[in-house]
């Protein structure tokens, strides 16, 4: 009999709902339910691509005899922490607290006031390598709750309190300047790995934000050092295991410091955010690499995660069958040389061994490698025949939830990557997913839920990087299209954050005020798989301010960059989308108007060159002369029966421009 999960539109929710524990969501029914009972609550909580999530539920979550012993006394559960990022932030603080340590899959065990007592992750269905046993855990944790009760509460009072006593230091007063941004690239150096490009040891993560902050700091001061860690870092990526050589997009990270064999789940986040990279240094660089990756990755994003509605899906899975009926990890990426010449037959299968870099003992299990491009390009036929091959493999699961924040990047990217290699269809795609978001997920306050699935909204109000993430796609969409409609909803969403979102001093809390209370607020400054809520309002803050002359706006982005003043000097690794904010604050950021009569030949060359400026953070609006459409525009008229294009930069205004050519000059000096 399903549990009452069955109803979720969460995908990893919907894998528990036919298991026999009898797992509720999370709500206030299920604590008052282990208040009335007497008993403890088990909280679970991964999500849909996670491959210790799924080993744990087909070990014990799916065991008739482990259900019975939760069923009995527990009440369990079970959390999307895709869905619910609050709940995640806040229990697995208390985890890290408690254990030096954490992950996914998450389990704490709770008092019905929802305060936790004992912690850990994945435990094993017997005794091994020093771990107890997930059922030994379960009779401990039920041993000390009957004989020890007073004992636990206190132990679960004591770490709310710590918790709650934790005070941010965000930085006091001031914005982050010259100094502190030269001691981030400083940090930065000090930890690039020269041989293999990226930062810090195994497992490996693409460092985003912190190219980004590397090609703004590069385009702002001409510093040739942070361009070339960042292009090379790009360049070990795109050449490395984590990028799918046949059919583009990234795997989630490195499990080696070499880029060569990735943990395989795919998720949009860091496909969406990695496209623009790549895009970005195209821009600075001109790399044909960079231009391959950057369109691949994009069509990746459309082909494997776009959703029936026009929004963007989650992820894929690691794993998938195998062809034996087994579910393993990579089984859909990897290959053999066999494989490669049983394909593509002896000279062009030896070729593609070569160029692959596969080899016979593998680079990952059992004989198989990873596709790696370790020099040059692939021949365009040998790739198309064994993507066509690899089609005929059993694919991969999709987590078809749409994330609101998630699709904010996306649709940043591929407006983006769409004008710079004149792809209107990409524009098409991004434009379609924000008129999802703003259909589906915005009510008529403005206020975004997280998440939908199949054209019906979770019930899951948006945190922080929600409404940040959504007004960043939205600010790049308007510049790109030209439709100021972007501008003004990117407005309404951060109205919202200054109104719910915003503490004293210009803190940032990841939910809003009115949001569901937990044991601790969240409020996280640091970026991670994503740019941190924070960092990400701040950046979305600046530009409309840019292009209103807002000061409620400028002032609260400036509020919210005093953390990046403490933390960028000391943390440069986890807080790159505030330094690359923080570059554009320096710079500005400037503000371009384009104006002239639609479809005019020279008016698209000066809009196309304001959008390839590599000045950091800058703001382009596009349209008639003194248009209605976008504040920019207003009392810009035509030059001398010409289009032309205004530049301002500090409340200063240069003169405007016709010449494509010398508004280039003006946007990189």
């Known amino acids: 009999m399903p549990n009452r999960l069955a109803h ?16 509720w969501p999370w709500s206030s029914e299920a604590f008052e339910e282990a208040r009335q009972r007497g008993v403890p609550a088990l909280l679970s909580v991964g999500y849909s691509s996670c491959h210790w999530c799924h080993v744990l539920a087909r070990e014990s979550f799916e065991d008739e005899q482990t259900a019975a012993y939760m069923n009995e006394h527990f009440v369990n559960i079970k959390v999307d922490r895709e869905e619910r990022p609050d709940v995640d932030a806040v229990y697995m603080e208390a985890v890290q607290a408690a254990t030096g340590q954490g992950g996914w899959p998450m389990t704490v065990f709770l008092t019905a006031d929802g305060e936790p007592f004992y912690f850990g992750t994945y435990f094993p269905p017997e005794p091994r390598h020093g771990m107890a046993s997930f059922r030994q855990v379960l009779e401990g944790v039920t041993s000390a709750w009957a004989e020890r009760r007073d004992e636990g509460g206190e132990v679960a009072g004591k770490i709310v309190r710590d918790l709650a006593s934790r005070s941010l230091a965000y930085g006091g007063d001031g914005v982050p300047g010259e100094e502190e941004l030269a001691q981030a690239l400083l940090g930065l150096t000090r930890e ?52 799918d050589q046949l059919g583009g997009g990234f795997a989630r990270y490195s499990v080696d410091r070499a880029w060569v064999t990735p943990h395989f789940e795919k998720m949009l986040y860091d496909n969406a955010l990695l496209c623009r990279t790549f895009a970005h240094l ?28 026009g929004g963007f899906a989650s992820a894929l899975d690691a794993g998938s069958d195998d062809g034996t009926g087994e579910h ?58 064994l993507l066509a091959a690899r089609a005929e493999r059993a694919r991969p699961g999709r987590d078809d939830k749409v994330v609101a924040a998630w699709n904010g990047l996306a649709i940043a990217a591929l407006a983006e990557v769409g004008a710079f290699f004149d792809r209107p269809d990409l524009i098409e795609r991004a434009t379609e ?107 979305a803050l600046l530009s409309y301010a840019a292009h209103t002359g807002s000061e409620a706006h400028r002032t609260a982005a400036e509020g919210a960059l005093g953390v990046v003043k403490a933390l960028g000097p000391r943390a440069p690794r986890f807080i790159g989308w505030g330094l690359a904010v923080a570059e554009a604050l320096l710079d500005g950021p400037r503000e371009v108007a384009v104006v002239g009569p639609q479809g005019d030949a020279e008016m698209r060359e000066l809009h196309r060159t304001a959008l390839l400026a590599p000045a950091p953070g800058a703001v382009v609006a596009v349209g008639e002369p003194d248009g209605e459409e976008f504040p920019l525009l207003r009392d810009r008229p035509l030059v001398g029966g010409r289009p032309a294009a205004y530049v301002c930069r500090n409340f200063t205004c240069d003169a405007p421009v016709t010449d494509a050519s010398a508004l280039a000059r003006k946007l990189t000096n």
Not at 10 to 15: D, E, F, G, M, V
Not at 287 to 301: D, I, K
Not at 333 to 351: I, K, M, N, S
Request: one cysteine or more; glycine letters at 14%; a negative charge.
């Open 192 to 243: 690039y790995d020269e041989r293999h490009g990226g930062f810090g040891g195994a497992p490996k993560f693409p460092p985003s934000m912190v190219v980004e902050f590397l090609l703004r700091h590069y385009a702002r001061t001409g510093a040739e050092g942070a361009l070339q860690m960042a292009a090379d870092t790009c360049e070990a990526m795109a050449r490395g295991g984590m990028y």
């Open 433 to 539: 997913a924000a008129d999802l978001l703003v259909r589906l997920h915005m009510d008529s306050g403005a206020r975004l839920a997280r998440t939908s699935k199949g054209g019906q909204v979770g019930a899951n109000s948006g945190v922080l990087e929600d409404y940040a993430d959504v007004a960043e796609g939205f600010l790049a969409l308007a510049a790109v299209s030209g439709e100021g409609v972007w501008l003004d909803f990117a407005g309404f969403l951060l109205d919202i954050v200054i109104d719910q979102f915003v503490g004293e001093g210009g803190a940032l809390y990841d939910t809003a005020h009115d949001a569901e209370r937990l044991i601790r607020r969240p409020q996280d400054p640091t970026d991670s798989a994503t740019p941190s809520g924070w960092t990400a309002a701040a950046g």
């Open 328 to 385: 393993v990890e990579g089984a859909f990426y990897a290959w053999t040389p066999e494989q490669l010449r049983e394909v593509l037959g002896e000279a062009d299968g030896q070729r593609a061994v070569e160029c692959f870099g596969v080899t016979e003992e593998g680079t990952f299990e059992e004989g198989a490698s990873v596709l790696q491009l370790p020099a040059g390009e692939a021949e365009p036929g040998i790739r198309e025949r």
């Open 282 to 309: 195209w821009r600075a660089t001109g790399s044909e690499l960079a231009r391959r990756v950057a369109l691949g990755t994009a069509g990746f994003m459309v082909r494997g995660l776009r959703t029936a509605e």
């Open 8 to 23: 979720e539109t969460s995908p990893y929710l919907l894998q528990h709902a036919d298991n026999p524990v009898d797992w």
